[in-house]
Nanobody, 115 residues
Framework: VQLQASGGGLVQAGGSLRLACVASGRTISSYRVGWFRQAPGKEREFVAAIRGGGGTTSYADSVKDRFTISRDYARSTVYLQMNSLKPEDTAVYYC?????????WGQGTQVTVSS
């Protein structure tokens, strides 16, 4: 599966952005799709994920209650709605599709939150 991430940009603190991860090549219904982020000088970290099938979601504590992950199978897209953004959310955001031992990463999309 190939992934294309988009939706990043520059936003003021307290603002919102919605990221999209569009899959092609295979249906994403059986994949666990996650969002990760990497800030300058830091390791890539988990943000949120949604499982295939029942769609169970999970979030990092730092984004819980502010970010929401969702999916649209018809559009083969997984979204990350980000509200109440903080400067510390500034990073390159990546999506990943995982099934068994197979994983695919999308290219990153930059999110910059100004104070």
């Amino acid at each position: 599966v190939q992934l294309q991430a988009s939706g990043g940009g520059l936003v003021q603190a307290g603002g919102s952005l919605r990221l999209a991860c569009v899959a092609s090549g295979r249906t994403i219904s059986s994949y666990r799709v996650g969002w990760f982020r990497q800030a300058p000088g830091k390791e890539r970290e988990f943000v949120a994920a949604i499982r295939g099938g029942g769609g169970t979601t999970s979030y990092a504590d730092s984004v819980k209650d502010r970010f929401t992950i969702s999916r649209d199978y018809a559009r083969s897209t997984v979204y990350l709605q980000m509200n109440s953004l903080k400067p510390e959310d500034t990073a390159v955001y990546y999506c990943r599709a995982l099934r068994g031992i197979t994983s695919s990463w999308g290219q990153g999309t930059q999110v910059t939150v100004s104070s």
